[in-house]
């Protein structure tokens, strides 16, 4: 067979333009890509998706420049003119464009905005807020106490609150509600300094104002001063929480909070063990507990993918049946589509794994484990944060029959974790809403629990 040189050597060019570009975009996201200066804290142009995104808009011409002089080197030595090889290396290349176009400018979106860009924006007034308070009258009328400088009622509710796992959601969204403005806490703990609920209480404040001063960046786009003041908050929650631990040794709470904490703490192995089995001993299927010890363990802190994915399986398994530990293999792979979509292979990657025929298998499984609690529904600790997490688990695995249902349940009690991780979670919810065909914005009222569905 012979090429025309200049057929030839346009799609050698091009060819080898396309290959250095498509390396380009490996590397971007891998640990060769972070040691040359591509991470995701960087500048448009030098983090992961910048690259990515770069690498393709420029390949693509490329690879039609190739097509067309592919064509062109195949053509010319066959005809006399040289109009009709030009015309052909056209029309070859015109073709690709026509079959592959609109396709690329969806992957180019999606790989820049991820699925909210290609589903499409919505209005702002189409975008509600986090709400962590939900359906909680109790808490609600509680929080809005605190924010008045009233403790007793809130002090109340907890000491009220004999579930172990709704108690902790409720010191939870007390602490995060009152990071910027805690008097109320610290009036509490004046009036009844030998309380362990309020020492509780300012643990759990002291961790999440810790987090807040540390920031959501990498560690190594954390300031000095900012790390050291993110150390000195643990250390003070650590106290607090131990306290309390002495005034309550039955109450998993602050173990709980123990356990949350060990990940920033970087604590040795044999600590955050021993802060674990502490809590199994007081609640075994402690709900935020079982999340923190899997958090810990993923790929970004202390672990790995296979060790989160192995102890995802095992506290589900334990768990019993209406239990939210039920889901923590659901959370394990958000946790990977976030590892696949930030790294090596990008947000294809990720996609491909949660569309997966045993990801959705495993999903679904899950989620009629935790539906089919002992009085047909789901156990109260953690379900409105739970049907967040399925219906993100179940939008991100293009699975709409799954998604609705858990769509629905939240209404307006949005969390931030996990759809956060797509972008501003309540864009992000009112996209997934629309792509189940659901009214963008939920209605008003509470929503009815989904019913339990085959695993199959």
């Not at 703990?189 to 643990?203: E, G, M, S």
């Not at 589900?316 to 394990?332: D, F, T, Y």
Request: glycine share 10%; with cysteine.
């Amino acid at each position: 067979m012979t090429i025309d040189p200049l057929g030839g050597n346009v799609a050698a060019t091009a060819g080898i333009v396309v290959l250095l570009l498509l390396v380009l975009f490996a590397l971007a996201g891998s640990p060769l890509g972070r040691l040359v200066g591509i991470h995701p804290d960087a500048p448009f142009l030098i983090n992961p998706t910048g690259v990515r995104a770069t690498s393709l808009v420029v390949a693509y011409p490329a690879a039609l420049v190739a097509v067309w002089g592919l064509t062109h080197g195949l053509v010319a030595p066959l005809v006399e003119t040289t109009a009709l090889p030009v015309q052909a290396g056209f029309a070859a290349a015109g073709g690709v464009l026509v079959l592959t176009g609109a396709r690329f400018a969806r992957y180019t979106t999606f790989l820049l905005g991820g699925r909210t860009a290609v589903e499409g924006q919505l209005s702002p007034d189409e975008v509600v807020a986090a709400d962590p308070v939900g359906d909680d009258v109790d808490l609600a009328h509680a929080l809005q106490a605190a924010r008045s400088g009233q403790w007793q009622q809130p002090a109340a509710l907890l000491g009220a609150t004999a579930d172990d796992d709704v108690r902790y959601e409720r010191t939870w969204v007390l602490a995060q509600e009152s990071v910027h403005d805690g008097q109320w806490v610290e009036e509490w703990y004046a009036a009844r300094p030998a309380d362990p609920l309020v020492h509780t209480v300012r643990a759990e404040l002291a961790l999440q104002r810790a987090w807040a001063a540390r920031g959501a960046a990498y560690a190594d786009q954390t300031g000095e001063q900012q790390a050291r003041a993110f150390l000195t908050g643990l250390d003070q929650a650590e106290r607090l929480a131990r306290r309390a631990a002495e005034l309550a040794p039955a109450d998993p709470t602050p173990w709980a909070t123990l356990v949350q904490m060990a990940r920033g703490q970087e604590v040795p192995q044999e600590e955050f063990e021993r802060r674990v089995q502490e809590l199994v001993e007081r609640a075994p299927h402690h709900v935020q507990g079982s999340l923190a010890v899997l958090q810990t363990l993923c790929a970004k802190w202390m672990g790995s993918t296979e060790l989160m994915f192995d102890v995802a399986r095992e506290l589900a398994a334990e768990a019993p049946g209406g239990s939210a530990v039920c889901l923590l293999p659901v959370v394990a792979h958000v946790e990977h589509h976030l590892h696949l979509e930030t790294g090596r292979g990008g947000p294809a990657a990720a996609a491909r794994h949660m569309t997966s025929g045993a990801t959705r298998t495993e999903l679904r499984a899950c989620v009629a484990r935790w539906l089919a609690g002992p009085d047909g529904a789901p156990q109260p600790g953690a379900r409105a944060s739970a049907h967040n997490v399925v219906a993100y688990a179940f939008w991100l695995a293009d699975d709409a029959d799954g998604a609705r249902p858990h769509l629905a349940a939240i209404g307006r009690a949005l969390s931030e974790f996990p759809w956060a991780y797509s972008g501003e979670p309540g864009e992000v919810l009112g996209v997934a809403r629309r792509w189940a065909g659901l009214p963008v914005v939920a209605p008003a009222g509470r929503p009815a629990e989904p019913e339990p569905f085959s695993a199959a």
